[in-house]
């Protein structure tokens, strides 16, 4: 059974820092592209950042560039969203996912096969 587990997210400042990890288990995870998206209440499921199965090839929206780093350890079977100047607009519950077809089609939510339950990002004011 394939399980996407996020962890990580919490409250925090204008400004601050969160990493999110996402333990991937069930499936050969250097064999899967790898996505973070995240919903804020009303709003549709939004593509943030993805990396390749090699690690060699990064995608972020514009909207996060400069402030997010997404990034993999193949060895811990875990990808990792670190999230610096965080601001009140990045409020949202962020999901992991994982894609195993090919071409990798970053920003397609139907692209991907497996997600994770979500975890919670709140930023203050």
């Known amino acids: 059974q394939v399980q996407l587990v996020e962890s990580g997210g919490g409250l925090v400042q204008a400004g601050g820092s969160l990493r999110l990890s996402c333990g991937v288990s069930g499936l050969t995870f250097g064999s899967v592209n790898l996505g973070w998206f995240r919903q804020a209440p009303g709003k549709e499921r939004e593509f943030i950042a993805a990396?390749?199965?090699?690690?060699?090839?990064?995608y972020n929206t514009d909207s996060v560039k400069g402030r997010f780093t997404i990034s993999r350890d193949n060895a811990k079977n875990t990808v990792y969203l670190q999230m610096n100047s965080l601001e009140p607009g990045d409020t949202a519950v962020y999901y992991c996912?994982?894609?195993?077809?090919?071409?990798?089609?970053?920003?397609?939510?139907?692209?991907?096969?497996?997600w994770g339950q979500g975890t919670q990002v709140t930023v203050s004011s």
């Open positions: 996912a994982a894609g195993r077809s090919a071409p990798m089609r970053v920003d397609y939510v139907p692209y991907y096969d497996y």
């Open positions: 990396i390749h199965k090699t690690g060699s090839q990064t």
